[in-house]
C-alpha cells in the first residue's frame, strides 16, 4: 500500500464553521506533512509531524490546528477560516531509509472552499 | 537562499511529440532531486527520484537526469500522449534537515494537443 488517503475530497465552509481534515497512511512513515496550494503556484509547507510530533509550523495563523492521534493518522483542524483559504490542500508522509531518502507520497488533496 | 527554477513555464506539444522540461535549483547542500506530474486539483505523484551519484534514471517513457556539478536536471517526455497534459514539478531536497524539507519549483504547465 503505496497511498496516502484524504477526507474529503472537496469541503465547502462557512467563515463560522469549524471542520477538519483527514489523511492517513499505512506505510509505517514518521514525517507526515501539510501543505497548502493556491492555482498555479507550488505548494507551501504548512506542519510538518515527526513520531507524531509537530516539528516545524511555518508560521501558520492559528485559525488551522494539526493533530496527529496516531502515526498513521493527520488531521487539520479547521476554525473561522477567511475566504483567502481557499485552496487545496495537500497531506504527504515520508518514511526513512537506511541509507538512503526515501520517497514523499502525496494524498490527492482536498479542495477546500471558504464562503 | 535556496531555489529551484523550472522552464519553460508552459509548453504546448502535438501527440507523439518528444520534449524536455529543464530545472535549474541552489538548494544546498544537496539530498536528491525528484519530478513529480500533478494533474489539476490533484496531488502531485512522483515520476522519479534522483540522488547526488545518479545521472540517469527512466520510469517508462520518463527520462531525468541530473548533473550535480551545474545543479541541473531535465525530465524528458517521449512520444507524449494526451494524458500527459499536467504541471510537472521539480523538487529538491536538502540534506541539511532529517524532517524532509522540500523546495518546490513552479512547475511547468505541458499540454498535449492530438
Known amino acids: 500500500d503505496t497511498e496516502v488517503t484524504q477526507t474529503p475530497k472537496h469541503l465547502v465552509m462557512g467563515m463560522t464553521n469549524k471542520k477538519s481534515l483527514k489523511c492517513e497512511q499505512h506505510?509505517?512513515?514518521?514525517?507526515m506533512y501539510w501543505y497548502k496550494q493556491k492555482a498555479k503556484k507550488p505548494p507551501e509547507l504548512m506542519f510538518v509531524?515527526?513520531?507524531?510530533?509537530?516539528?516545524i509550523n511555518e508560521s501558520v495563523p492559528s485559525r488551522f490546528s494539526p493533530e496527529c492521534p496516531n502515526s498513521s493518522l493527520l488531521n487539520l483542524h479547521l476554525h473561522a477560516l477567511q475566504p483567502e483559504d481557499s485552496a487545496l490542500y495537500l497531506c504527504?508522509?515520508?518514511?526513512?531509509?537506511?541509507?538512503?531518502?526515501?520517497?514523499?507520497?502525496f494524498g490527492q488533496g482536498t479542495r477546500l472552499t471558504v464562503v | 537562499k535556496n531555489q529551484v527554477e523550472q522552464s519553460p513555464q508552459s509548453l504546448i506539444i502535438l501527440e507523439g511529440k518528444n520534449c524536455t522540461l529543464q530545472c535549474n535549483y541552489t538548494v544546498s547542500p544537496f539530498s536528491n532531486l525528484r519530478w513529480y506530474k500533478q494533474d489539476t486539483g490533484r496531488g502531485p505523484v512522483s515520476l522519479t527520484i534522483?540522488?547526488?551519484?545518479?545521472n540517469t534514471k527512466s520510469n517508462g517513457r520518463y527520462t531525468a537526469t541530473l548533473d550535480a556539478d551545474t545543479k541541473q536536471s531535465s525530465l524528458h517526455i517521449t512520444a507524449s500522449q494526451l494524458s500527459d497534459s499536467a504541471s510537472y514539478i521539480c523538487v529538491v531536497r536538502d540534506r541539511g534537515s532529517t524532517l524532509g524539507r522540500l523546495y518546490f519549483g513552479r512547475g511547468t504547465q505541458l499540454t498535449v494537443w492530438p
Open positions: 506505510m509505517g512513515h514518521r514525517a
Open positions: 504527504a508522509s515520508r518514511g526513512w531509509g537506511a541509507s538512503r531518502d526515501t520517497e514523499a507520497f
Open positions: 509531524y515527526s513520531y507524531e510530533k509537530l516539528s
Open positions: 534522483m540522488t547526488f551519484s545518479e
